[in-house]
């Protein structure tokens, strides 16, 4: 057999080291999300060649979203790639009133989590465990500028990781310039979403004007905001102990291992009193317990300030979350409407 391209080597030896802590283990069913693009058919590749040694099923999962021209043919090029591979192809096709209920979370918004909502059910019905994607170093130097951008603290600094829950990121170590180099090498011809060229899109103009301009005033900018996200990864990984201690002795019922989404109820006084940056912390996990979207600084703000009132307080309201101060308790839910609530990473079937 011939020697694999260095190209992809590269690529797949640094998938390699990112999951190199056991997920998938031997036997796994993985899941791979193509669109057709060059990142995701590197990590295919890359994939496919980590896979037999490691004992490791794939399947691939493509969605069409219909949402632009040359969707549909793009999904079909991904099929017949697979096919080509020898590998199960999945194509899965969202209509939109599925994109519908979920517009609370905007346009992109609502396709993400349409879409990550599609790669999990797949993945489920056909026996993966994980789901993997195609997001590189620059997604997450993006991703860092863009959570800048925002006003976010240090969680939202912390960027993509390469495993939350069963989606899977073997790629963040990757430049995107590589996984066309592997592309190349492998004589692939990759399809391009002319969306991506939209400027009035922030991420694409973060991507084709401030990133390409920050690596002229200052050459390694993409490599050194990335490395910011593991450096405030390891921070909150670090703080995660404490603030669920902090959590379990403000929670009013159930303590916070229960695994049901459902209402959580804090004691104002105890939240109140906690430090400043402790408190927010407490507040985005008691969040996360509740099944609520995650709130902006602004919100968690918010919610802490009616902790201390000891007056009644408005509610406080977000897309996918609502927080209510009553009988002492702040108590924290899902809307009225919870058709507003993205889809969030978490444990497949």
Same mark, same amino acid.
């Given at each position: 057999?011939?020697?694999?391209?260095?190209?992809?080597?590269?690529?797949?030896?640094?998938?390699?080291?990112?999951?190199?802590?056991?997920?998938?283990?031997?036997?796994?069913?993985?899941?791979?999300?193509?669109?057709?693009?060059?990142?995701?058919?590197?990590?295919?590749?890359?994939?496919?060649?980590?896979?037999?040694?490691?004992?490791?099923?794939?399947?691939?999962?493509?969605?069409?979203?219909?949402?632009?021209?040359?969707?549909?043919?793009?999904?079909?090029?991904?099929?017949?790639?697979?096919?080509?591979?020898?590998?199960?192809?999945?194509?899965?096709?969202?209509?939109?009133?599925?994109?519908?209920?979920?517009?609370?979370?905007?346009?992109?918004?609502?396709?993400?989590?349409?879409?990550?909502?599609?790669?999990?059910?797949?993945?489920?019905?056909?026996?993966?465990?994980?789901?993997?994607?195609?997001?590189?170093?620059?997604?997450?130097?993006?991703?860092?500028?863009?959570?800048?951008?925002?006003?976010?603290?240090?969680?939202?600094?912390?960027?993509? +990781?390469? @495993?939350? %829950?069963? &989606?899977?990121?073997?790629? *963040? !170590?990757?430049? /995107?310039?590589?996984? =066309?180099?592997? #592309? $190349?090498?492998?004589?692939?011809?990759?399809?391009?979403?002319?969306?991506?060229?939209?400027?009035?899109?922030?991420?694409?103009?973060?991507?084709?004007?401030?990133?390409?301009?920050?690596?002229?005033?200052?050459?390694?900018?993409?490599?050194?905001?990335?490395?910011?996200?593991?450096?405030?990864?390891?921070?909150?990984?670090?703080?995660?102990?404490?603030?669920?201690?902090?959590?379990?002795?403000?929670?009013?019922?159930?303590?916070?291992?229960?695994?049901?989404?459902?209402?959580? +109820?804090? @004691?104002? %006084?105890? &939240?109140?009193?906690?430090? *400043? !940056?402790?408190? /927010?912390?407490?507040? =985005?996990?008691? #969040? $996360?317990?509740?099944?609520?979207?995650?709130?902006?600084?602004?919100?968690?703000?918010?919610?802490?300030?009616?902790?201390?009132?000891?007056?009644?307080?408005?509610?406080?309201?977000?897309?996918?979350?609502?927080?209510?101060?009553?009988?002492?308790?702040?108590?924290?839910?899902?809307?009225?409407?919870?058709?507003?609530?993205?889809?969030?990473?978490?444990?497949?079937?």
């Amino acid at each position: 057999m011939a020697r694999a391209p260095a190209a992809l080597r590269l690529v797949a030896d640094r998938a390699a080291r990112a999951l190199a802590e056991g997920a998938p283990g031997r036997g796994d069913g993985l899941a791979v999300a193509v669109s057709g693009g060059a990142d995701s058919l590197a990590l295919l590749h890359a994939l496919r060649t980590l896979a037999a040694p490691r004992g490791w099923r794939l399947e691939v999962v493509t969605v069409d979203h219909g949402l632009r021209p040359g969707s549909t043919a793009d999904a079909a090029f991904v099929v017949d790639h697979a096919k080509a591979l020898g590998l199960p192809a999945h194509l899965v096709t969202i209509a939109a009133a599925e994109l519908e209920e979920v517009r609370g979370a905007g346009p992109e918004g609502a396709a993400r989590a349409a879409r990550y909502r599609a790669l999990a059910e797949t993945a489920a019905a056909a026996g993966c465990r994980f789901v993997a994607t195609g997001h590189t170093l620059d997604d997450q130097a993006e991703t860092v500028l863009l959570q800048l951008l925002r006003g976010t603290g240090p969680d939202g600094l912390a960027g993509m +990781a390469v @495993r939350d %829950g069963w &989606l899977l990121r073997p790629l *963040l !170590a990757v430049r /995107r310039s590589e996984t =066309r180099d592997c #592309c $190349r090498a492998l004589g692939l011809v990759w399809r391009e979403d002319a969306s991506n060229q939209d400027q009035r899109l922030l991420r694409n103009a973060v991507r084709l004007r401030v990133l390409p301009l920050l690596e002229e005033l200052r050459p390694g900018s993409t490599r050194t905001l990335a490395r910011t996200a593991e450096l405030a990864r390891a921070e909150r990984d670090w703080l995660d102990p404490l603030v669920t201690t902090a959590l379990h002795d403000v929670l009013a019922g159930p303590g916070p291992d229960a695994s049901a989404d459902g209402p959580v +109820a804090l @004691r104002v %006084g105890e &939240l109140a009193a906690l430090p *400043l !940056a402790l408190g /927010r912390r407490v507040v =985005r996990a008691a #969040c $996360r317990r509740a099944g609520c979207g995650t709130p902006a600084a602004e919100t968690v703000g918010a919610i802490l300030e009616a902790a201390g009132r000891p007056e009644r307080s408005a509610p406080v309201e977000w897309p996918g979350g609502r927080a209510v101060r009553r009988d002492g308790l702040m108590v924290l839910t899902e809307p009225d409407d919870s058709s507003a609530k993205p889809h969030r990473p978490g444990a497949l079937g």
